[in-house]
C-alpha cells in the first residue's frame, strides 16, 4: 500500500493540512487531543512528514549535536543526555551524540564537515573547552554553543557548570579539618583537552597548600596520577596499596573511583572510617548504598538548563543569565570520621 500524503491525513483526522503539520513540527501550538487524533491516523495511515522539506521552510534542521570526551555510558553523559532530551524531544528536535570527541581525528571530522553540512540547529559541548578556530566554524553558521560543566565560559554562547576546583577545594578541606595528616588524591591523567574533571586536582592542592600556609606544616599529601581508561579504579588501588604509609584519608576524583576503593581496600584490611576517610565527588548511584560521603552535582538539572538555553538562542532570544555556575554541595555520610587523639 503507498504511503498516504498530508491531504489525506488531514481530511480522516478532520483537521486543517496547517494543523497536521504543526502536530509534527510546533507540538506545542496544538491541544494535545488534537495531536493524539493526528498522530494516530499519521500511524495508521502510514504517514510521516518530510523532515527536510520542514527544514527548507523554517530555516532549522530540528536536530541538535551533543559532544562528550568519553562515552555516553558514564553517569555524568548519562544523565546530562537525559536532562537534555527531556527539554529538546518534546519540543520536537533529534540529538546527535558525537562520543569520542577528544580524539584529533573525530574533532576535525565534526568541526571541519559541520559548517559544509549545516546540519543541526545548536551544539551542545560536555566538560571539555574548544579552542578558537572551532568556535570560529561554528559562528560562521550561526549556532549556538552550550556548554555544560565546561573548563571556562570562553568561546560559548552560554553554559551551566559546576565550580569543580572549588568543589574539591571543599572536600579536602573537610578532611584536613577532621585532623587527617597522610592525605592522597588519586586521579587520572590528564586528558589531551583542557577538561573540567581535571580542575579538581588544582582545588585538591590549593586546600593542602593552603592548610600548610596557615601553619598546618605536619600536613603530608600527595597526588597520584594514574592511567585514564576502564581499569583506572583498579590502578589507584595499586598505587594506594604501594604506598610505603597507607594514607589516613583518600579524597577521590570521583565516586567511580571512590567506590570500588572502599569495596577493594576492605579485602587488604583497610576499612572506612576505622582505618582511614575517604570522600567522592558526583553522589552518583551507589554512593548512598555503601554511605560514602561525596561532593553532590545534577547533571540532568544542569542538562535540563542548557537545553532550555539552546532552545532561546535558537529562536534569537536573549538570555539574562547566559552563564551560570552551581556550587556542589559536601553530602556527609558514613565513610570519614575525625581523628582521635
Not at 588524591?185 to 588544582?202: G, K, Q
Not at 604506598?243 to 572502599?262: G, K, R, S, T, W
Request: charged share 25%; with cysteine.
Amino acid at each position: 500500500m503507498a504511503k498516504s500524503d498530508i491531504h489525506e491525513v488531514a481530511k480522516e483526522a478532520g483537521v486543517s493540512i496547517s494543523t497536521v503539520s504543526r502536530a509534527f513540527t510546533r507540538p506545542e501550538l496544538v491541544s494535545a487531543k488534537t495531536r493524539a487524533k493526528v498522530l494516530e491516523v499519521a500511524d495508521r495511515l502510514d504517514f510521516n512528514i518530510s523532515r527536510s522539506a520542514t527544514a527548507l521552510k523554517s530555516g532549522r534542521t530540528n536536530r541538535v549535536a551533543m559532544l562528550m570526551n568519553e562515552e555516553i555510558t558514564s553517569w555524568f553523559n548519562t544523565q546530562t543526555f537525559a536532562g537534555i532530551e527531556s527539554v529538546m524531544h518534546p519540543a520536537g528536535y533529534d540529538i546527535s551524540l558525537f562520543q569520542h570527541i577528544d580524539t584529533e581525528a573525530n574533532r576535525r571530522e565534526f568541526f571541519g564537515d559541520l559548517p559544509i553540512r549545516r546540519n543541526v540547529d545548536a551544539v551542545f559541548v560536555a566538560s571539555f573547552a574548544i579552542d578558537p578556530h572551532e568556535v570560529e566554524q561554528l559562528k560562521r553558521i550561526h549556532v549556538p554553543i552550550i556548554g555544560i560543566n565546561t573548563p571556562s565560559s570562553d568561546g560559548f554562547d552560554a553554559t551551566i557548570s559546576i565550580d569543580d576546583e572549588q568543589g574539591m577545594f571543599t572536600a579536602a578541606q573537610h578532611l584536613i579539618n577532621l585532623g587527617h595528616k597522610r592525605i592522597v588524591y588519586p586521579c587520572s591523567e590528564a586528558a589531551l583537552l583542557d577538561s573540567s574533571i581535571d580542575a579538581r586536582s588544582r582545588g585538591f592542592i590549593r586546600a593542602c597548600k593552603s592548610a600548610q600556609d596557615k601553619g598546618n606544616t605536619d600536613l603530608d599529601w600527595r597526588v597520584l596520577s594514574v592511567p585514564r581508561g576502564p581499569a583506572f579504579a583498579d590502578s589507584a588501588l595499586s598505587a594506594l596499596l604501594a604506598l610505603n604509609e597507607f594514607p589516613d584519608a583518600i579524597c577521590c576524583q570521583m565516586d567511580m573511583m571512590a567506590i570500588p576503593l572502599v569495596i577493594k581496600l576492605g579485602r587488604y584490611g583497610h576499612r572506612t572510617p576505622r582505618d582511614y576517610s575517604i570522600v567522592g565527588f558526583d553522589d552518583s548511584p551507589y554512593a548512598d548504598t555503601i554511605n560514602l560521603t561525596t561532593m553532590r552535582q545534577d547533571p540532568y538539572a544542569m542538562g535540563r538548563s542548557a537545553a532550555a538555553k539552546a532552545l532561546k538562542l535558537i529562536d534569537g532570544k536573549t538570555l539574562l543569565k547566559p552563564h551560570e555556575v552551581v556550587e556542589a554541595q559536601l553530602v556527609l555520610r558514613g565513610s570519614d570520621a575525625p581523628v582521635e587523639d
